[in-house]
């Protein structure tokens, strides 16, 4: 069974297209929390409140850590994506990890991200621009099979 991790934006579908995609593989999806207010508040809900907006963010931060790293930890695949829409400093800090483990790393990101990502990009062994490539390549570690 191959694990595979699931960071970065979380204002799109992607991660259901690439779990829908890769239905018959032997596969296990896992991701950080993609409810943006229960990320952002896990921290003040479960260790009490902050009245400072940076010790609330911190807060949730640490414990949003504890589920990344046991996520990137286990996994055999780490797929980090790069959305449009904002700069996902947490997604950048996510490939790092995962580069520094050793793990096999697949980032997905939109051309026009090219340049800014180009040190991310060195540290993947794959760059794909769509889902239904990361679902290929699962695909191809797993059974050997090309698309098509």
Not at 7 to 24: A, F, L, N
Not at 51 to 76: C, F, L, Q, S
Not at 117 to 138: H, I
Request: glycine letters at 8%.
């Amino acid at each position: 069974m191959l694990k595979v991790y699931l960071s970065g934006e979380i204002h799109t579908d992607w991660r259901d297209q690439i779990v829908e995609g890769s239905k018959g593989l032997d596969v296990v999806f896992s991701g950080p929390v993609t409810d943006h207010a229960a990320s952002d508040d896990c921290g003040v809900a479960i260790l009490g409140e902050e009245p400072n907006k940076y010790w609330h963010d911190h807060k949730g931060a640490m414990v949003n850590a504890i589920r990344t790293r046991k996520g990137i930890t286990e996994a055999d695949v780490v797929v980090v994506r790069f959305g449009e829409q904002y700069k996902q400093w947490n997604a950048a800090f996510d490939a790092g990890y995962a580069a520094a483990l050793g793990k096999s790393l697949i980032i997905l990101q939109r051309p026009e991200h090219d340049h800014a990502l180009k040190e991310v990009d060195a540290a993947a062994l794959a760059v794909a621009r769509e889902p239904a490539q990361v679902v290929d390549l699962l695909r191809y570690v797993l059974t050997g099979t090309l698309p098509g």
